[in-house]
């Protein structure tokens, strides 16, 4: 197994000044020298953390400690993104769930520094857990509604008049008996679907609920 030719703090590479920034933000920073067997990483030491790395990961005395140390579970794919960063100086950013970490949710950016053969690369990253959670409810309950909608042979819609762009949901072509799926991406779009012999009577009412602030009903058939 190999580190690099030595471990080197933060502070060595010439960049306190940087540091001192590092170790006053919310977010967690940390610099890691990833650990390799052969070409494959396999672990990874923490050579600096900043003040807010242990309330964003709940990791305490992490500091020359490894992560199989102190998370002897944690998710070979993160190995395999820090060590891919090392190996190739190509920085990265991701958003990644950490289970053994409490369930936690991160948006990371990783960025190699120091000397290539020292495989450091310093992670700056945010626990955002309650966000992924809000829009995981919010997709399963679209996901939820969508279906409902398609069960009911019904569709919602929002339409900005200013652009004209339409946003519905994939039952919308259906319900206009359209092929299944198909996207009616314009106001202009959803009126040619309209019958002729109703299209007339739809725009007036739509122009003076416009005019007037108001929503609207109403019935027609379609093409």
Not at 65 to 84: D, Q
Request: aromatic share 10%.
């Amino acid at each position: 197994m190999t580190t690099g030719p030595t471990t080197t703090r933060f502070r060595d590479l010439g960049l306190l000044r940087e540091w001192e920034l590092f170790d006053a933000i919310d977010e967690g920073f940390c610099v890691i020298q990833v650990m390799f067997d052969g070409d494959r990483a396999v672990d990874y030491r923490f050579v600096e953390v900043n003040a807010s790395f242990e309330r964003q990961t709940g990791l305490s005395g992490a500091l020359d400690k490894t992560m199989r140390e102190l998370s002897p579970t944690h998710a070979e794919h993160w190995f395999e993104i820090y060590g891919r960063v090392a190996r190739t100086g190509e920085s990265v950013r991701f958003d990644q769930g950490a289970e053994n970490l409490g369930g936690r949710w991160y948006n990371v950016f990783a960025s190699r520094v120091g000397h290539p053969e020292l495989n450091l690369v310093a992670v700056l990253f945010r626990d955002e857990a309650d966000r992924h959670r809000v829009e995981t409810a919010l997709h399963e309950s679209q996901q939820r509604l969508e279906a409902a909608l398609s069960t009911a042979r019904m569709a919602s819609w929002t339409w900005d008049p200013a652009s004209d762009q339409l946003a519905a949901s994939p039952s919308l072509g259906g319900v206009f008996g359209l092929p299944p799926g198909t996207i009616i991406p314009s106001g202009d779009q959803g009126l040619a679907a309209i019958h002729p012999d109703h299209r007339a009577a739809h725009q007036r009412l739509v122009a003076r609920a416009l005019e007037r602030g108001e929503g609207w009903h109403t019935e027609f058939r379609v093409v």
